[in-house]
């Protein structure tokens, strides 16, 4: 049996679920673009099958430009009467190209070295933080207002990148009543991109009672990787991951990545066993943490000084991928003096979808310019979010305009209001 069959085999079954409806098209991002069946669920599940039964070859054009320009967002699950486990497939699909040798060296280098690695993260960070002093990120947003092109990896670039720091190990609520101890996923490159956003998560866990620890010896959860189809790098870093929690007395390991929470949720099948099951459900975004802490967050008397509008655009990974499809816009609604509602189409992507928008810049850029359409039209002085490649994504398409739009990771829309 060739590379690739023996690859499809344990998900050949699977491949069977898909009866060829086509009630997934309208929702799927990719073909709302092309209108090209070959770049929608059914046309991929396919050209998937072809391969598994050895009408393609794996490395064939058709199959690489098709199967690699899918976002994984997963809308074609939630649209699926039939159960398809889309991302199954596609991750084992991607595998496959990747054993192929279709991906190139630094393709390898960027997935199997760096992402994870701390100490070429922080040698980035160094490099990143300098760049950002020079005002260039800042200069190029408005010369360039929504990324194309070469330099869409500097458009998605925060204006400011802090230096590295070390943070404390624990971070020790102040709150008489303790309530617990939970873990954090810091990220990757989270501290990188979007420190804010484990600061916040930090200052409402601590504000609810709980200890925070930051668990330094994770490195990163390996959905990036497995996104990509490296898959023995993702199960060695699962498995790492998993240990840690295991080691440690906590009561919930917390996550306010939307892409990392669906992967870590969904380790039992990464790595075929259920031998970390008690671990995998400790697993949990800080919105459905914190949906089991309701009473206690009224009890903070969150209250914006004035009246604000803010409308939620749900991160793929959580509507999709955990099935949460309006958690945060429920917390926030906790707060006085908020009108919250839902973003138009706020169930497709923004063209994010982890390294997507550095991959495929202008069908990235292409999704982007119908979110902005429409967080334009839609007038809330708040577009929040849940995950923060799509935080980083929606800011690189506000940049430069003229309007007074904030946008926000849920989080940090409570933190702020926390005193
Ligand atoms: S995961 Fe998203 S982009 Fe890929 S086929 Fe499904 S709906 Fe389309
Ligand atoms: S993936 Fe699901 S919805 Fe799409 S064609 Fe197949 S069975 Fe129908």
Avoid: W
Avoid at 147 to 163: D, H, Q, R, T
Avoid at 397 to 419: C, K, M, P, T, W
Wanted: glycine share 6%; hydrophobic share 40%.
């Amino acid at each position: 049996m060739s590379t690739e069959l023996n690859i499809f085999a344990p998900v050949k079954d699977k491949l069977q679920a898909c009866i060829h409806c086509g009630l997934c098209l309208d929702f799927c991002p990719t073909y709302r673009v092309t209108s090209e069946e070959m770049s929608s669920p059914r046309g991929r599940i396919y050209l998937m099958k072809a391969v598994a039964d050895g009408e393609l070859a794996i490395d064939d054009p058709l199959v690489i430009k098709h199967e690699l320009s899918c976002l994984v967002c997963r809308a074609c699950e939630t649209a699926c009467p039939s159960g398809v486990e889309f991302s199954l497939l596609m991750e084992h699909t991607r595998e496959a190209i990747l054993n192929n040798g279709s991906r190139g060296f630094i393709h390898q280098f960027i997935y199997t070295k760096v992402i994870g690695s701390k100490t070429i993260t922080k040698a980035a960070q160094i490099l990143l933080a300098l760049l950002s002093k020079t005002r260039f990120p800042i200069l190029f947003k408005k010369t360039f207002p929504i990324k194309s092109g070469l330099f869409s990896s500097i458009a998605i670039l925060p204006e400011e990148i802090p230096f590295p720091t070390t943070r404390p190990d624990v971070y020790r609520t102040s709150k008489i009543v303790r309530r617990g101890t939970v873990g954090l996923l810091v990220g990757c490159i989270g501290d990188v991109f979007t420190k804010p956003i484990n600061d916040a998560t930090i200052t409402v866990l601590n504000a609810l009672g709980y200890d925070v620890l930051t668990l330094p010896e994770i490195q990163c959860c390996g959905s990036l990787a497995a996104h990509a189809g490296y898959l023995d790098q993702t199960r060695s870093l699962a498995t790492k991951l998993l240990e840690t929690i295991e080691r440690n007395t906590i009561d919930a390991f917390i996550t306010n990545i939307a892409g990392c929470g669906a992967m870590m949720k969904d380790y039992s099948s990464l790595l075929h066993d259920n031998l970390h099951s008690e671990a995998i459900n400790k697993i949990k975004d800080i919105s459905e943490f914190l949906l089991g802490h309701i009473e206690e967050i009224k009890q903070l008397g969150l209250r914006f000084n004035k009246h604000t509008r803010i409308s939620y655009q749900a991160p793929c990974h959580l509507y999709h991928g955990q099935k949460n499809i309006d958690t945060p816009a429920q917390l926030l609604s906790l707060i006085g003096n908020a009108n919250v509602s839902l973003l138009e189409e706020n169930d497709i992507c923004c063209g994010s979808a982890g390294t997507y928008n550095l991959e495929y810049p202008e069908l990235s850029a292409t999704l982007l310019r119908r979110k902005m359409e429409l967080i334009a039209g839609n007038g809330s002085e708040i577009v929040a979010t849940a995950n923060s490649g799509c935080l980083m994504q929606l800011k690189s398409g506000l940049d430069g305009r003229q309007n007074n739009q904030q946008i926000y990771h849920f989080i940090e829309v409570i933190a702020s209001i926390i005193y």
